[in-house]
């Protein structure tokens, strides 16, 4: 079992910067792929970011040269760091690992996903 925990998330003016964090805990040593997915109201959960443990790495379209996911994995941990942002980008943001080396955009490949965290980006 895999625990998730993000945080960073908060308010920022259009075009500043946030860095969300994700912390796994327990079997992290099972974990193949991270992601990063994000659920505005009245929206779809969508796909934003992964990295597996190679450090390979998948955008959205819509963040790409924007965001930027990286890992630490003496700390188990997997980042998002956000630049450029928009009001559109508000949303929660949640992290889910993967135990699946295959696992990429689809949110139903994931099998552990964190609380979320708040991003909230005013114009």
């Known amino acids: 079992q895999v625990q998730v925990v993000e945080s960073g998330g908060g308010l920022v003016q259009a075009g500043g910067s946030l860095r969300l964090s994700c912390a796994a805990s327990?079997?992290?040593?099972?974990?193949?792929?991270s992601g990063w997915f994000r659920q505005a109201p009245g929206k779809e959960r969508e796909f934003v970011a992964a990295i597996n443990w190679i450090g390979r790495s998948t955008y959205a379209d819509s963040v790409k040269g924007r965001f930027a996911i990286s890992r630490d994995n003496a700390k188990n941990t997997v980042y998002l760091q956000m630049n450029s942002l928009k009001p559109e980008d508000t949303a929660v943001y949640y992290c889910?690992?993967?135990?699946?080396?295959?696992?990429?955009?689809?949110?139903?490949?994931?099998?552990?996903w964190g609380q979320g965290t708040q991003v909230t980006v005013s114009s």
């Open positions: 889910a690992v993967s135990l699946t080396g295959a696992a990429s955009r689809g949110d139903y490949e994931y099998h552990y």
């Open positions: 327990g079997r992290t040593f099972s974990i193949y792929t």
